[in-house]
């Protein structure tokens, strides 16, 4: 399996927050050894942080996997991060979490909306996977 198809099962069988999968995937591939304890961290990252709606976990795991490989070099950082934080936003138009799910508002937990945003999780996955390297 690659990443992509990790991640999108972390989310959809497993049981997991859209942050938490697509960090698991790395991990899961072997592309970076994320410890157990930063893992467990970034359970309260769910439905734009703890259900505010605010920033999607996508773009937070995006973040910080990039700090976890490139570190102290700042200007790496900041280059790869602008470059996943514009990629997602050029793709869905918004990186809010409530944005993205608007047309799910009354029925958030459905498959539907679940389904939509496991393809977020998939493609920004992709998209990560070609900025870390």
Do not use: H, W
């Not at 259900?51 to 996508?58: A, E, P, R």
């Not at 918004?94 to 999780?121: G, M, P």
């Amino acid at each position: 399996m690659n990443e992509e198809e990790f991640a999108k099962e972390f989310y959809l069988c497993r049981g997991y927050n859209c942050c938490e999968s697509v960090l698991l995937s790395f991990k899961e591939s072997n592309i970076l050894s994320v410890p157990d304890e930063i893992l467990c961290s970034f359970s309260g990252f769910f439905r734009g942080i703890i259900g505010s709606g605010c920033i999607c976990g996508v773009v937070i795991a995006g973040c910080f996997l990039i700090g976890f490989k490139f570190g102290k070099d700042r200007q790496e950082v900041e280059r790869r991060t602008k470059a996943f934080f514009d990629r997602f936003k050029g793709k869905f138009g918004s990186v809010c979490c409530r944005v993205l799910t608007k047309n799910y508002k009354e029925n958030f937990y459905s498959k539907d909306r679940k389904n939509y945003c496991a393809e977020i999780i998939s493609q920004m996955t992709l998209e990560l996977k070609e900025i870390l390297k």
